[in-house]
T-cell receptor
Framework: EDQVTQSPEALRLQEGESSSLNCSYT??????LFWYRQDPGKGPEFLFT???AGEEKEKERLKATLTKKESFLHITAPKPEDSATYLC?????????????FGAGTRLAVHP | GAVVSQHPSWVICKSGTSVKIECRSL??????MFWYRQFPKQSLMLMAT?????????EQGVEKDKFLINHASLTLSTLTVTSAHPEDSSFYIC?????????????FGQGTRLTVV
């Protein structure tokens, strides 16, 4: 069964304290892995798409990497405005459609 | 990225009434739209997938008669919660895609907070 697991469930950081979020997946024939940011009471905001092991993408203080089994979202010198829930998702073909399977997310809180 | 507009952003309704939520893709034609439900501190749960001009495909456990989905055009899909009850209170989010999420990112609406009293 295709699954996406994120860890940790919640993470509290001091401003400037770098860390990484993990997304492990078990899917047959990965066709992309997506990272999203979700602020409270809002829809997910697209961050990155990764397609193959070894690929890396960066955006400001965020860098996403991908291996054959997992993806990491590295946050360098985070600021309070980086506080949000970070979701990863993979597409799964089922019932004639490609659907996104989401992990449960990591709730990140960055304190000044 | 592409813009998906969802309306209303929040709604309060009385138990037994119906509520319609709209999802529009503003700058691209979405062949496929997805409707999700999200409970507090939980991830997104896919409710149904809709293609323009055809019936929606519902996930297991989602009542078709309770959650009516219409995808009348390439830019508009609606979700109607019929005979709403307090347990239907939740955060509903739509997303739109040109290829049904195949190798493309999905763009999400801002969500609708439904409270049934």
């Amino acid at each position: 069964e295709d699954q996406v697991t994120q860890s940790p469930e919640a993470l509290r950081l001091q401003e400037g304290e770098s860390s990484s979020l993990n997304c492990s997946y078990t899917v047959s024939g990965l066709r992309g892995l997506f990272w999203y940011r979700q602020d409270p009471g809002k829809g997910p905001e697209f961050l990155f798409t990764l397609y193959s092991a070894g690929e890396e993408k960066e955006k400001e203080r965020l860098k996403a990497t991908l291996t054959k089994k997992e993806s990491f979202l590295h946050i360098t010198a985070p600021k309070p405005e980086d506080s949000a829930t970070y979701l990863c998702a993979v597409p799964m073909f089922s019932g004639g459609y490609n659907k996104l399977i989401f992990g449960a997310g990591t709730r990140l809180a960055v304190h000044p | 990225g592409a813009v998906v507009s969802q309306h209303p952003s929040w709604v309060i309704c009385k138990s037994g009434t119906s509520v319609k939520i709209e999802c529009r893709s503003l700058d691209f034609q979405a062949t496929t739209m997805f409707w999700y439900r999200q409970f507090p501190k939980q991830s997104l749960m896919l409710m149904a997938t809709s293609n323009e001009g055809s019936k929606a495909t519902y996930e297991q456990g989602v009542e078709k008669d309770k959650f009516l989905i219409n995808h009348a055009s390439l830019t508009l899909s609606t979700l109607t919660v019929t005979s709403a009850h307090p347990e239907d209170s939740s955060f509903y989010i739509c997303s739109a895609s040109t290829l049904g999420h195949a190798n493309t990112e999905a763009f999400f609406g801002q969500g609708t907070r439904l409270t049934v009293v």
